[in-house]
C-alpha cells in the first residue's frame, strides 16, 4: 500500500497537467464563435459549395476579415461544408435548421 500511494500522486499529478493545458481550435483570437452560428447553404448564395469572404462577410456583417482568415483552415480564400461544421463542432455549435 505504501508503495502504490506514490504511483497513485504521480499519476494524479501527470493527469492533472495533462488537463490542465487549454486548447483551442484557432491560432488567432476571435469573437465569440456563437455569433456565428448559421446554416452553411444560408451563406452560400452562389450555390457552388464554397462561400467566399464576399458571401460569408453579408451574412456576418459584423465579421472581420481575419476571422473568416482563421475559419479558412486550408487557406484557399473560402470555407466548404468541412470547414464550416469543423470550425462549429469545435465551438459547440448546433446545426442551424
Given amino acids: ?9 504521480v499519476a494524479v499529478f501527470v493527469l ?3 488537463c490542465s493545458g ?11 464563435p456563437k455569433s456565428f452560428n448559421a446554416h452553411f447553404g ?9 462561400v467566399n469572404y464576399d458571401e460569408f462577410k453579408a451574412h456576418f ?7 473568416f482568415k482563421t475559419i479558412d483552415l ?9 470547414e464550416w461544421h469543423e470550425f462549429k463542432e469545435a465551438h459547440g455549435l ?3 435548421d
Fill in 22 to 32: 487549454k486548447t483551442s481550435y484557432h491560432k488567432a483570437s476571435m469573437p465569440e
Fill in 42 to 50: 444560408d451563406m452560400d448564395t452562389s450555390g457552388d459549395d464554397l
Fill in 94 to 96: 448546433k446545426e442551424h
Fill in 1 to 9: 500500500m505504501k508503495k502504490l500511494l506514490p504511483i497513485l500522486f
Fill in 74 to 82: 486550408n487557406k484557399d480564400n473560402s470555407l466548404d461544408h468541412d
Fill in 16 to 18: 492533472l497537467i495533462a
Fill in 61 to 67: 456583417s459584423h465579421a472581420e476579415p481575419n476571422v
